[in-house]
């Protein structure tokens, strides 16, 4: 179950351990404050216009413009688009809206596979200020992300089998995809966790891809990726407004054998006039607002000493923060859209039909 410290609402979650939630919070002691956490100036502005765009586009836009309006508050012009070979045309899609907002943007060469170091080069080479994933599996995507020298947005958590809507197999847990999730036998290995630098990333990478079976949801892909890098401690990373989804893919990787922390975004309760948000600059106005944390997140996950950390559905430049100060291999488990029921991959097809 999730708990919350009732000394500073930490909302830190420790599921599956008996921890109580005030003696044992790890944001006390010598946990660093939110000025130590967010001391650049590129980390605190990061995090006004993350929040910015959550509070002008709030279930207004979908998550594809949240990317573009992100950009371009951050003065960014210089966008690169990754994807597996599979995905080049959401890809193409993604690069055609992105460049009518009047951003430069930049797709890795085609070619018949997916390397992911090739694309985090290439996009070094043309000097991208952030690097926005359409469409990866896990294992490419977190070696990507390892490899990759600009930020990372997640835009399309590919999904073979649910049409690149992966929460829905959260959602139907208890149901249609029970079996998928819970009898598929793809719990953890005995062997040690290997790692999670770029080289030994590559090399499971290539474990994995010679036996991943066709047809798998991204949660079935990322059991059996976090089995054969011999991660058993899973962390997730997660919006406020995902607990329920929280609580039932901590439930499918627990059933599995995994052991499980979270953390919600919300971590700390730090009102958001801390990085200068004004009242009328909040979601709801007049009310009290915390600021995501994204910087909190990571260091509790990275003190927690989780082999792999799942990102749930956090807003754009919020994501992006949490990747960057990981220490342990990440990916996007779910993308956070708003608008489409968090498929994001939606709002490109629509862009074929407007065409």
Request: with cysteine; aromatic share 8%; net charge negative.
């Amino acid at each position: 179950m999730s708990v919350e410290c009732s000394k500073c609402q930490s909302y830190v979650c420790k599921l599956g351990r008996d921890d109580s939630p005030t003696e044992n919070c790890p944001m006390h002691s010598d946990f660093p404050s939110f000025e130590e956490l967010y001391s650049e100036e590129e980390q605190k502005n990061a995090a006004y216009q993350a929040a910015l765009v959550e509070a002008e586009g709030y279930c207004e836009w979908t998550r594809i413009r949240e990317i573009a309006e992100y950009a371009l508050k951050l003065g960014v012009r210089r966008v690169g688009v990754a994807f597996c070979s599979d995905m080049i045309r959401e890809a193409k899609l993604a690069a055609s809206y992105l460049r009518d907002r009047d951003l430069d943007v930049f797709l890795p060469p085609e070619s018949p596979g997916c390397d992911p170091i090739a694309q985090a080069e290439f996009f070094h080479q043309t000097q991208t200020q952030i690097n926005v994933v359409c469409g990866m599996r896990v294992d490419h995507e977190a070696l990507f992300i390892a490899a990759s020298t600009s930020p990372v947005i997640v835009l399309v958590a590919r999904d073979e089998r649910l049409c690149h809507n992966p929460v829905s197999a959260l959602y139907t847990s208890a149901s249609y995809s029970r079996t998928r999730l819970f009898e598929d036998g793809e719990g953890p290995r005995e062997s040690a966790f290997k790692g999670g630098d770029v080289a030994t990333l590559t090399d499971v990478s290539r474990e994995f891809g010679a036996e991943l079976s066709p047809g798998l949801n991204r949660i079935q892909e990322t059991k059996r990726f976090a089995r054969v890098l011999g991660a058993k401690r899973i962390g997730i990373s997660y919006c406020v407004g995902f607990r329920q989804e929280a609580r039932l893919l901590a439930g499918v990787l627990v059933g599995n054998g995994f052991e499980v922390s979270s953390v919600c975004c919300k971590t700390g309760a730090v009102p958001k006039a801390k990085v200068g948000i004004s009242d009328e600059e909040k979601v709801r106005p007049g009310e009290d607002e915390m600021i995501c944390n994204p910087l909190a997140q990571a260091e509790l996950l990275n003190r927690d000493e989780v082999h792999l950390t799942l990102i749930l559905g956090q807003c754009v430049g919020h994501e992006a923060a949490t990747l960057g100060s990981l220490k342990m291999p990440a990916f996007c488990i779910v993308a956070k859209d708003r608008v489409l029921g968090h498929n994001s991959v939606a709002a490109l097809y629509q862009l074929e039909g407007a065409s």
